[in-house]
């Protein structure tokens, strides 16, 4: 079984309106933490938002929030107020306590922002 | 730039040559990663250091892979006899010792495009 799906290949959004990015994960550890990185079309990934199974409340940075659901194992990545510099891939990643230093992706979402 | 940098950005061998990729992280940073990234694919592990200590290694990381880290400093990919499956991006990271465990972030490089013909 796959340990992160993003079931979005593709996603599309006018500049300004807010996106949200599906990420679901599988887990038994109860200790995780959930990653967002974005790579743009140069390659370099870009961390963007971290949230751990232990916080209380939804990350938030600048732009970006992550709607993390428990129970429903789902990690979803909020982009508010889209900009045409946020077109890019998108990934999520988990890492398990028990594989502690290693970072498992999903296969992404293409974000394109149109003007 | 105190980034984690790679070399080469990309390169371009024929079956069954010998390449070597080279990784410099954040110079700070003890921990080391290296991913393969096929196209349409989010990256995969291949092996992590802690300093120069190869702590894990993926399945994926064939016997014609071997990867290094002397000093714990820099670190080398090598990858020998190479196929034409091997064509990805190699992307390096480096992270510091977390003292929070689970917040680890880990800071990319630009990757190595390998192309094997």
């Known amino acids: 079984a796959q340990k992160i799906t993003q079931t979005q290949p593709g996603m599309f959004v006018q500049e300004k309106e807010a996106v949200t990015l599906d990420c679901t994960y599988d887990?038994?550890?109860?200790?995780?933490?959930l990653f967002w990185y974005k790579q743009p079309s140069s390659g370099e990934m870009i961390f963007l938002i971290y949230q751990g199974s232990y916080d209380q409340q939804n990350a938030t940075e600048g732009r970006y929030s992550l709607n993390f659901q428990k129970a429903r194992k789902s990690a979803n990545l909020v982009i508010s107020a889209s900009q045409l510099g946020d077109s890019a891939m998108y990934f999520c990643a988990m890492r398990e306590r028990q594989g502690y230093s290693t970072l498992t992706f999903g296969k992404g979402t293409m974000l394109l922002v149109s003007p | 730039d105190t980034g984690v940098s790679q070399d080469p950005r990309h390169k371009i061998t024929k079956r069954g040559q010998n390449v070597t990729f080279r990784c410099d992280p954040i110079s700070e940073h003890n921990r080391l990663y290296w991913y393969r990234q096929t196209l349409g694919q989010g990256p995969e592990f291949l092996t992590y250091?802690?300093?120069?200590?190869?702590?894990?290694k993926s399945r994926l990381l064939s016997d014609r892979f071997s990867a290094e880290r002397p000093k714990g400093s820099f670190s080398t990919l090598e990858i020998q006899r190479t196929e034409q499956g091997d064509s990805a991006m190699y992307l390096c990271?480096?992270?510091?010792?977390?003292?929070?465990?689970?917040?680890?972030?880990?800071?990319f490089g630009p990757g190595t495009r390998l192309t094997v013909l």
């Open positions: 250091f802690q300093n120069e200590a190869q702590l894990e």
């Open positions: 990271a480096s992270s510091p010792d977390a003292s929070l465990a689970d917040y680890n972030e880990q800071f």
């Open positions: 887990t038994s550890d109860p200790s995780y933490g």
